[in-house]
């Protein structure tokens, strides 16, 4: 068993723990409500007292509802897993949408503290509501394309991706946004819809993805783009168990008055972080040797 299922398993079992303290908080606050005791009459006198018990009822019933049911999914995802890999998505999607289910739940109760039903409540605030979800739309379209990418298998946790002009790794999806860590540690915001709507590259779906090296190059530099390249492709011979040198490329991708941006990419082994690092440096020192010898030049 892999650590991210030994996580889980023991994360339920505080939760299964947690759902029968519930389920017997309910049960006791049901008969106490219910049932004809010496509580009826006191429930009778003060109202008020009576509506938040009788929310407080609903609200555990409801969490409990959907406790019973992320559990049993969750169960039945573990024992179809128990052979292969645990996918992070899977786990944070079901709770996040147990989290969405509980905030209605918690909504409805609300509603029921003043006495209110909550059907002819809804019923009485139609116009509201119809604005409400006109001027909610875009966000209940990103929850929706975020539970969409949760619970699919074309974005992980940890990939490495590119979207529009951001390359990261991905450290969380939430209901709204995707959160991106860069290679130089920026935390990049990606709205859920964006993802879902516009191409993405996944270079960790491949057993090899392109490390992408800008640089700006001025033109006192006596600029010979083929030399440049020759110098770098030797430089990565070094580590050719896990680059791809023939896949190596130089292109300038921006020109300036002043100077030009070049981009040099080639493909690595995924999974090999450490090598990839040493291999950024071992580029901008040959990079930087190569700017200082120009210059004198």
């Known amino acids: ?52 018990v009788r929310a407080l009822i609903f609200l555990i019933s409801g969490n409990l509802i959907i406790s019973l049911a992320r559990i049993i999914t969750l ?51 139609t116009i509201v509501a119809a604005a409400i979800a006109l001027l909610t739309k875009d966000y209940i379209t990103n929850i929706v394309n975020g539970l969409i990418i949760m619970f699919s298998d074309q974005l992980e946790i940890g990939d490495k991706i590119l979207i529009g002009k951001n390359v990261g790794f991905i450290r969380d999806i939430t209901l709204i946004n995707m959160v991106l860590k860069s290679e130089t540690g920026e935390i990049i915001i990606v709205p859920n819809t964006l993802a879902l709507t516009s191409e993405v590259v996944n270079y960790s779906k ?35 168990d896990y680059v791809y040198v023939g896949g190596a490329q130089l292109n300038v991708i921006e020109r300036k008055p002043e100077s030009i941006i070049i981009r040099y990419q080639f493909p690595i082994k995924s999974g090999e972080k450490a090598i990839e690092k040493n291999v950024n440096k071992t580029i901008n020192q040959t990079l930087i040797n190569w700017s200082n010898e120009t210059r004198k030049a």
């Open 1 to 52: 068993m892999n650590q991210l299922k030994s996580i889980i398993k023991n994360q339920e079992n505080k939760r299964r723990r947690n759902f029968f303290l519930k389920l017997i908080l309910l049960l006791i606050l049901t008969v106490g409500f219910k049932s004809n005791t010496w509580l009826t009459p006191f429930f009778a006198k003060y109202v008020i007292l009576a509506d938040v």
């Open 206 to 240: 491949n057993n090899s993805h392109q490390v992408i090296l800008d640089s700006e190059i001025p033109f006192y530099s006596a600029i010979q783009l083929n030399d440049l390249e020759k110098r770098l492709n030797e430089s990565l011979i070094a580590f050719s």
């Open 75 to 125: 169960q039945f995802y573990l024992k179809r897993t128990e052979e292969s890999r645990v996918q992070p998505n899977f786990v944070i999607g079901i709770d996040r949408l147990a989290t969405l289910m509980n905030m209605i739940v918690v909504l409805v109760a609300s509603i029921l503290v003043f006495g209110i039903e909550p059907l002819k409540f809804l019923t009485s605030i």
